[in-house]
């Protein structure tokens, strides 16, 4: 098990960027999947992005259809933290943002993770 921690959330207006951390504890990401969910208020939760993290090789990397081409995921070296770059951003961005990991490949299930960090909330306004 690895504890996970978001950070980075706050007020931005449309067309800005920013960056969300999701940080391990406990032990790295090192193969392992780390995955973006967001939650906006009444809605389900939502895959953004994942990441297989690889020890060696290419990591893979996923992103969802209303993200792709904005949001982009990185990792550290020291397979510690994923960062969610979410650039020009909407509105419809506005939402609890989540960290999550799991053992083994990337899924859009929510419940296939086994990880999750508290969220940070990131809105947009117009």
């Known amino acids: 098990q690895v504890q996970l921690v978001e950070t980075g959330g706050g007020l931005v207006q449309v067309g800005e960027s920013v960056k969300l951390s999701c940080t391990a504890s406990?032990?790295?990401?090192?193969?392992?999947?780390v995955a973006w969910f967001r939650q906006a208020p009444g809605k389900d939760r939502e895959f953004v992005g994942g990441i297989r993290i690889m020890r060696w090789g290419s990591d893979l990397r996923i992103y969802g259809d209303s993200v792709k081409g904005r949001f982009t995921l990185a990792r550290d070296s020291a397979e510690t933290t994923v960062d969610l770059h979410a650039n020009s951003q909407k509105p419809n961005d506005t939402a609890a943002y989540y960290c999550?990991?799991?053992?083994?490949?990337?899924?859009?299930?929510?419940?296939?993770?086994?990880?999750w960090g508290q969220g940070t909330q990131g809105t947009v306004s117009s």
């Open positions: 406990g032990r790295t990401f090192s193969n392992y999947a």
């Open positions: 999550a990991a799991r053992q083994g490949s990337i899924s859009y299930d929510v419940t296939e993770y086994s990880d």
